[in-house]
């Protein structure tokens, strides 16, 4: 029986925001990687080893455990959160996972100054799932 706790949820949800990357980023699949690589570098997310190819970011994108490296998420929830399209999750577990990254991308002092902080569309969306991201992180789990 699967696990229904905050952090399984979340590890589940990281390919989700990378298949939302990607089908609404407006570029092929190995420009989409290396425009997330690049923005991981620039805007200090992640240090990716290499620019993945298009073929990987596809495999992250299947990858059910949440195995591939954080910073490709982290990235994708950055430009996700950017895009006027006002993306929001589309499961829980996806919820899950943006709220581990929103946490994960800034330093805030509270569940309340994260909150606040959110864009306006995502406040309701992502509600329940930062206060157990938040819970989770207060537990060292986010570490």
């Not at 399984?8 to 290396?34: E, I, N, P, V, Y």
């Not at 309340?112 to 969306?125: K, Q, T, Y």
Request: charged share 20%; with cysteine; proline share 7%.
């Amino acid at each position: 029986m699967p696990q229904d706790d905050f952090y399984t949820k979340m590890r589940a949800g990281l390919s989700a925001l990378l298949r939302q990357w990607r089908s609404l980023g407006q570029a092929d699949a190995d420009q989409l990687a290396l425009i997330l690589a690049e923005t991981a570098r620039v805007a200090k997310l992640g240090t990716p080893d290499a620019t993945p190819s298009g073929a990987t970011l596809e495999q992250w994108s299947q990858d059910q455990q949440g195995e591939m490296p954080l910073w490709a998420p982290r990235t994708a929830v950055f430009l996700l959160n950017q895009m006027p399209a006002r993306p929001t999750p589309q499961s829980d577990e996806e919820a899950c996972a943006w709220a581990y990254c929103w946490l994960r991308n800034r330093s805030f002092d509270s569940l309340d100054a994260a909150r606040a902080a959110l864009p306006a569309h995502l406040a309701e969306p992502l509600d329940e799932a930062l206060a157990a991201a938040w819970s989770d992180q207060q537990g060292l789990r986010l570490v």
